[in-house]
């Protein structure tokens, strides 16, 4: 599994000022820190960032780069700004993301810059209903790509992972369902997840539960990548394959065994909980550890 | 080939709850099919209907709905009587619109004692409802429990940010609490968990998923309250499993198409049939969808629900 830190964020109380006053201090500390922490690429996530971008993408790359040598994903919906951070990056950058609206002008870049690309399912209609809507947006991409030069080894598609917090538009089952015939839709390509979306709404403290369960459960399907909370040292453990016999368990839950609750420990027994709600077998409540 | 018509897999049933006490108790829920789905399994107890009183006289109601409780709008007890006597009601629900911060702010003793009042003179089980506003509801509903103690009452809404002091109080004095959250079913069965673990016994709970009238997003409602059945009698979800209940009256009767005269609008009919026909017509959609109670305002529209749930339930 390759780990993507998303903690370098716009959104971030500390990061957010640090990048409008271009204090790098801040900025340099975490993304050390996040590196520390195990992850294999920092996203670099600046917003929309109309206004002068492309100086601010630079400025962060160049701020990043020279504290870390991982390589950064550009996370931007400005494409003016995309180009500025591809221009300066060392190595490999990945393009976080493309999609279908954008990807006449944006593709170019991924060429350009032989960088690595997130091909965002994201249809033309709004969000995908289902795996089916996911996999026809996926094959347009990929053809797209290709017609340009970019082999399917550079484009990891994000099939956009939705909270469970809201029954609505839960759309785990369907991510799952994509997540297994992507090699027979698009081969070779690579695939991605924003997992800290799954938990979105859920009590803090809670959410590392969702986000290392939904994990494991897209890895059974063969995910290559997710961008996480670079912060939860037991995901991190969990990726790197040190927790085989917690994988194993979720599997087997995935799989439709019953395990006797006896036999479970109070953590395995969350583990548990979470798989049937985040397949909906059971209802989400903010107590769902509890009942 | 033997067409075989197919056939829902039930796995749960929705619980019984006995409101009020008494001869004229009555009790809901004990499903163990989706609404109305007699060829499916069994409805032991069909939708009650609470008729709704109010402790101050109405302001702002339109003419059709205040005719049918003219003389007796300005006393409570006279109007649940009347409700009761005339009318056939199996259950009142006494609205404390007075308690209102934002209007009259009629303080907590002097509201119980109207409840208590109302309580005493009537045998049918009595709802209390209140204004939603946590400061206020916890200091006038804990008073109407103690008060009122023994007289079994259904009080409401219980909303997570009350529901321990008013739930405290109802376990105290052994009233009914309906849990009541904003349209999310998620938020609905985290209530339940959260008064059963203070608690209030399954048996002491009703729930309230919040609903709104035809044409201000009644669908949303149904959605909701459809998904809490499927939970509840498919899915074995047991904090799921609680009778519901409408407060739709007062969402029928506030809307502007029930307030305009005809003379203003006259392609809009006459006045008095569209608000009766506004709220039976809501109420019966809140039934389709799982309703078990439903507090409504105007005998005609009351009538005719009985109509049609007597129908859908002919053997």
């Not at chain 1, 962060?60 to 870390?68: A, F, I, N």
């Not at chain 1, 994988?247 to 019953?258: A, Q, S, T």
């Not at chain 2, 911060?101 to 409802?129: H, S, T």
């Not at chain 2, 809404?157 to 999310?184: L, N, Q, W």
Request: charged share 25%.
């Amino acid at each position: 599994m390759v780990l993507i830190g998303e903690n370098l964020n716009i959104m971030s109380k500390t990061i957010g000022p640090a990048l409008k006053e271009r204090n790098p201090k801040p900025i340099q500390e975490l993304a050390k820190a996040e590196a520390e922490a195990g992850v294999d690429y920092l996203d670099l996530n600046i917003g929309p960032a109309r206004k002068a971008g492309d100086e601010l993408m630079e400025w962060v790359v160049k701020t990043v780069q020279g504290v870390t040598d991982k390589s950064l994903s550009l996370d931007t919906t400005n494409p003016v700004a995309m180009e500025a951070g591809l221009k300066v990056h060392k190595d490999r950058a990945l393009i976080n993301s493309i999609s279908l609206a954008r990807m006449d002008e944006e593709l170019p870049l991924a060429k350009k810059y032989n960088a690595e690309m997130v091909g965002l399912l994201w249809g033309r209609e709004g969000m995908p209903r289902d795996a089916a809507e996911r996999g026809v947006i996926a094959v347009e991409l990929m053809y797209k790509a290709n017609e340009l030069g970019i082999p399917n080894e550079d484009i990891w598609f994000d099939p956009i992972v939705t909270p469970v917090v809201n029954i609505e538009s839960n759309q785990a089952k369907p991510c799952l369902e994509f997540m297994s015939m992507l090699q027979d839709i698009a081969p070779g390509c690579k695939s991605t997840v924003g997992l800290s979306n799954v938990s979105n709404g859920a009590p803090t403290h809670l959410r590392p539960y969702l986000n290392r369960t939904y994990m494991i459960m897209l890895m059974k399907y063969g995910l290559y990548s997710a961008i996480v909370d670079a912060f939860d040292p037991e995901l991190v453990r969990i990726a790197r394959g040190e927790r085989p016999e917690l994988v194993d368990l979720v599997e087997r839950v995935m799989d439709g065994e019953k395990p006797d609750p006896s036999s479970l420990s109070e953590e395995e027994t969350k583990y548990v909980k979470t798989v049937r709600v985040i397949t909906g077998e059971t209802l989400y409540s903010h107590s769902w550890l509890e009942v | 080939m033997v067409f075989e018509i197919p056939k829902t897999a039930y796995s749960g049933k929705i619980r019984e709850v006995k409101l009020g006490s008494g001869e004229k108790a009555v009790t809901v829920g004990g499903e163990t099919c989706y609404p109305l789905y007699l060829f499916e399994g069994e409805m032991p107890n069909l939708p009650k209907i609470a008729m709704e009183v109010w402790d101050m006289p109405p302001q702002d109601w339109a003419e059709a709905a205040l005719e049918p409780f003219a003389g007796v709008t300005d006393d409570p007890v006279a109007w649940a009587k009347k409700c009761v006597e005339d009318y056939g009601a199996e259950m009142i629900c006494l609205q404390l619109v007075s308690t209102d911060p934002n209007g009259l702010d009629r303080g907590a003793d002097e509201a119980a004692e109207v409840v208590k009042k109302v309580a005493d003179a009537i045998d049918v089980p009595l709802i209390v409802w209140g204004t939603a506003n946590h400061e206020k509801d916890t200091e006038v509903l804990r008073k109407v429990c103690e008060v009122c103690r023994g007289k079994n009452l259904i009080i409401g809404p219980v909303e997570e940010g009350d529901h321990k002091r008013i739930g405290a109080a109802a376990i105290g004095y052994h009233h009914t609490v309906i849990a009541s959250t904003p349209i999310d079913i998620n938020l609905a069965k985290q209530l339940n968990i959260l008064l059963g673990n203070l608690g209030v016994p399954d048996e002491l709970i009703i729930t309230d998923p919040t609903t709104s009238c035809i044409g201000y997003g009644i669908e949303y409602c149904y959605s909701v309250m459809e998904r809490m059945r499927m939970a509840g009698l498919t899915q074995q979800d047991e904090k799921l499993q609680f009778p519901l209940i409408c407060n739709i009256s007062k969402e029928a009767w506030k809307t502007k198409e029930v307030h305009i005269p005809m003379e203003e609008d006259p392609k809009l009919g006459d006045a008095k049939k569209r608000g009766i026909l506004l709220e039976a017509m809501s109420a019966m959609v809140l039934i389709l969808a799982g309703g078990d109670v439903m507090i409504m305002r105007h005998p005609e529209a009351i009538k005719l629900v009985r109509e049609v749930i007597a129908e859908l339930t002919a053997s």
